[in-house]
């Protein structure tokens, strides 16, 4: 596959120089190393020949039809929390940095929608709707991920049970083709369903198809209450098979998490403090949010009684 590529020699650097500001560029050998890899331990690094931080479309509109025009490979980046490998250049080439647009745009509270700038952070974006009294319900365990890297993966995090993953959450995007063409897809609505779902084929593509720079994302409001329950079970196959009885409920968690015993031992070991219940080979955690503390109780009730039903202590 390498064959295929144009390669990134001192000319095509001095272009891309031109082309990008040189500002914008860097081959300087400890940052490329950083680029190498994303968080996946152990897995084998991979470098750019040149990083590219653009600020607008634009820019990366004019960065990609360059390097169509040169078959040389772009790979873009977001924070590089992933673990699947996406923003990780294996084929060398260009790395394209979205960090530096990192900018909310708007945020519609009619429309309950903002718009954003790929770079910017899944911890600083939630804040900002919260402070406005709005909820964005994506919630990872890499908070520091950027909108655009949610959107490559189409990541989900511990409130899909309820909320589902990223897909469900986008209503349009600003994209740019390899051709360095500029699309729109979506709009800022809910009911948005003129011609064909390009929003969707998008979304998870890792960029793929088009290299994602802004994003118009569904909002919703914060419930008043959350709280967890915990159940301990004797064994691996009951806290399994409460699972769907608990999903069965007029309500659903907005997450349900499944933990073995030797997961419970690692936390122990880490928090220094013993867990509860820790002697048991099954746990289920299991979260709910509602309007009210009764309202949660409520249905923790009922959960408790399906549990006992299959053996939790």
């Given at each position: 596959?390498?064959?295929?590529?144009?390669?990134?020699?001192?000319?095509?650097?001095?272009?891309?120089?031109?082309?990008?500001?040189?500002?914008?560029?860097?081959?300087?050998?400890?940052?490329?190393?950083?680029?190498?890899?994303?968080?996946?331990?152990?897995?084998?690094?991979?470098?750019?020949q040149v990083i590219?931080?653009?600020?607008?479309?634009?820019?990366?509109?004019?960065?990609?039809?360059?390097?169509?025009?040169?078959?040389?490979?772009?790979?873009?980046?977001?924070?590089?929390?992933?673990?699947?490998?996406?923003?990780?250049?294996?084929?060398?080439?260009?790395?394209?940095?979205?960090?530096?647009?990192?900018?909310?745009?708007?945020?519609?509270?009619?429309?309950?929608?903002?718009?954003?700038?790929?770079?910017?952070?899944?911890?600083?974006?939630?804040?900002?709707?919260?402070q406005q009294g709005?909820?964005?319900?994506?919630?990872?365990?890499?908070?520091?991920?950027?909108?655009?890297?949610?959107?490559?993966?189409?990541?989900?995090?511990?409130?899909?049970?309820?909320?589902?993953?990223?897909?469900?959450?986008?209503?349009?995007?600003?994209?740019?083709?390899?051709?360095?063409?500029?699309?729109?897809?979506?709009?800022?609505?809910?009911?948005?369903?003129?011609?064909?779902?390009?929003?969707?084929?998008?979304?998870?593509?890792?960029?793929?198809?088009?290299?994602?720079?802004?994003?118009?994302?569904?909002?919703?409001?914060?419930?008043?209450?959350?709280?967890?329950?915990?159940?301990?079970?004797?064994?691996?196959?009951?806290?399994?098979?409460?699972?769907?009885?608990?999903?069965?409920?007029?309500?659903?968690?907005?997450?349900?998490?499944?933990?073995?015993?030797?997961?419970?031992?690692?936390?122990?070991?880490?928090?220094?403090?013993?867990?509860?219940?820790?002697?048991?080979?099954?746990?289920?955690?299991?979260?709910?949010?509602?309007?009210?503390?009764?309202?949660?109780?409520?249905?923790?009730?009922?959960?408790?009684?399906?549990?006992?039903?299959?053996?939790?202590?």
């Amino acid at each position: 596959m390498k064959g295929k590529y144009g390669r990134v020699t001192g000319q095509i650097i001095e272009e891309l120089t031109t082309i990008m500001g040189r500002d914008n560029i860097s081959t300087k050998e400890h940052e490329i190393e950083g680029y190498s890899y994303d968080e996946m331990p152990l897995a084998k690094p991979y470098a750019p020949q040149v990083i590219v931080k653009p600020a607008d479309t634009h820019s990366i509109a004019k960065l990609l039809a360059f390097a169509n025009k040169k078959r040389i490979p772009v790979t873009p980046r977001g924070a590089g929390t992933g673990l699947s490998g996406g923003c990780v250049p294996i084929y060398g080439g260009i790395l394209l940095s979205l960090e530096r647009m990192n900018r909310i745009l708007k945020i519609d509270g009619n429309n309950f929608a903002a718009v954003v700038e790929p770079g910017v952070t899944l911890f600083d974006f939630c804040n900002e709707v919260e402070q406005q009294g709005f909820y964005y319900p994506i919630h990872l365990g890499e908070m520091t991920a950027t909108i655009g890297g949610t959107v490559a993966t189409n990541a989900g995090g511990m409130n899909a049970v309820k909320y589902g993953v990223t897909r469900h959450h986008i209503l349009g995007l600003e994209a740019v083709l390899p051709n360095g063409e500029v699309i729109k897809t979506g709009g800022e609505f809910v009911k948005c369903s003129t011609g064909y779902d390009l929003t969707q084929l998008i979304v998870g593509s890792e960029g793929t198809l088009a290299v994602v720079t802004k994003v118009i994302l569904k909002l919703t409001t914060k419930p008043a209450k959350r709280e967890v329950l915990f159940a301990p079970f004797m064994n691996l196959q009951d806290a399994i098979d409460a699972v769907p009885e608990i999903l069965r409920l007029k309500v659903t968690p907005i997450g349900t998490e499944f933990m073995e015993r030797s997961i419970i031992e690692i936390a122990e070991k880490y928090l220094d403090r013993e867990i509860p219940y820790h002697q048991y080979e099954a746990f289920l955690m299991i979260i709910m949010e509602g309007e009210s503390e009764d309202e949660i109780l409520e249905y923790f009730s009922k959960v408790e009684e399906i549990c006992y039903l299959l053996f939790a202590k």
